[in-house]
């Protein structure tokens, strides 16, 4: 009698495990999606702009930048198959159309960082408006977990703004 009540509880236990981890699973992945919510929405927001204002048929990047103001950038391809950065203002007005071709990627702007900074590590990339200018916004990292904010110029890569000590 004894074995067959512990084989009970070991049952019982497990029956509870499993669905303590369901529950679990099923709250993480409502707040997952809750939270990313508005990621989503200006996403697909951004590329209906981008589409009115470009013959834009492949997206390659998304980014919501904020510095001053609020801009979101895509960048992709035409039905050219040339590569292009739309820029849209939080306010959907004033949209921007540039060639990749005439500024940096993301890989460049990292570059550019990284040749001026050898002792960061990179955590993140942004593409967007700074005081009307299409500007790379670099977050780095040093060795101690110092954050630092590179803001470099879409179309020259010049340094025009950093954060450090953060």
């Known amino acids: 009698m004894k074995t067959k009540d512990k084989e009970q509880r070991r049952v019982v236990i497990l029956l509870i495990a499993i669905t303590t981890l369901l529950v679990l699973i099923i709250f993480s992945s409502i707040f997952y ?4 919510r508005p990621m989503r929405q200006a996403r697909s927001e951004a590329i209906d702009i981008a589409e009115e204002y470009t013959d834009l048929a492949e997206v390659d990047q998304f980014y919501w930048f904020t510095r001053e103001t609020t801009s979101f950038s895509i960048v992709g391809k035409d039905t050219n198959d040339k590569e292009i950065v739309v820029i849209i203002p939080k ?3 004033k949209v ?3 060639n990749q071709e ?3 990627t993301e890989a ?3 570059q550019v960082v990284m040749e001026a900074h050898p002792d960061q590590t990179l955590q993140k990339a942004t ?6 200018e299409p500007a790379w916004e670099i977050m780095t990292k040093d060795s ?3 954050l630092s904010y590179f803001l470099i110029a879409f179309k020259d890569g010049k340094e025009i703004n950093t954060i450090t000590n953060m």
């Open 102 to 104: 005439d500024g940096l």
């Open 33 to 36: 999606l809750r939270a990313s």
């Open 91 to 93: 306010s959907g007005e």
């Open 96 to 98: 921007t159309v540039y």
């Open 144 to 146: 101690e977990g110092t």
């Open 127 to 132: 593409l967007g408006l700074y005081e009307d």
């Open 108 to 110: 460049q702007a990292q």
